[in-house]
């Protein structure tokens, strides 16, 4: 879910060496990453989301804040 629209998706996810990373990818958008985490230890944690996806220079979603 990516604010109030559910989106199906594929995860991708590898680990080695006490690092990991998951990726979230949106088959009825071609397959574009709507989510990375990854979490590098020491180095730090990323987490991040889609906030707008355009595909041929159409938007085909974005996300609507809260007020």
């Known amino acids: 879910k990516i604010g109030n629209?559910?989106?199906k998706?594929?995860?991708?996810?590898?680990?080695w060496e006490?690092?990991?990373?998951?990726?979230w990818l949106a088959p009825q958008w071609g397959n574009?990453?709507?989510r990375l985490n990854?979490?590098?230890g020491?180095?730090?944690v990323f987490d991040i989301w889609a906030?707008?996806?355009?595909?041929?220079?159409k938007k085909v979603?974005?996300?609507?804040?809260s007020p």
Not at 18 to 23: A, E, F, L, P, T
Not at 61 to 65: D, L, M, P, T
Request: no cysteine; net charge negative.
């Open 5 to 7: 629209i559910e989106i």
């Open 18 to 23: 006490g690092k990991q990373i998951d990726v």
């Open 38 to 40: 990854v979490n590098l």
């Open 51 to 57: 906030y707008e996806v355009s595909l041929d220079g």
């Open 9 to 15: 998706a594929l995860l991708m996810h590898a680990a």
């Open 61 to 65: 979603f974005a996300r609507i804040s």
């Open 42 to 44: 020491k180095e730090g």
């Open 32 to 34: 574009a990453p709507i």
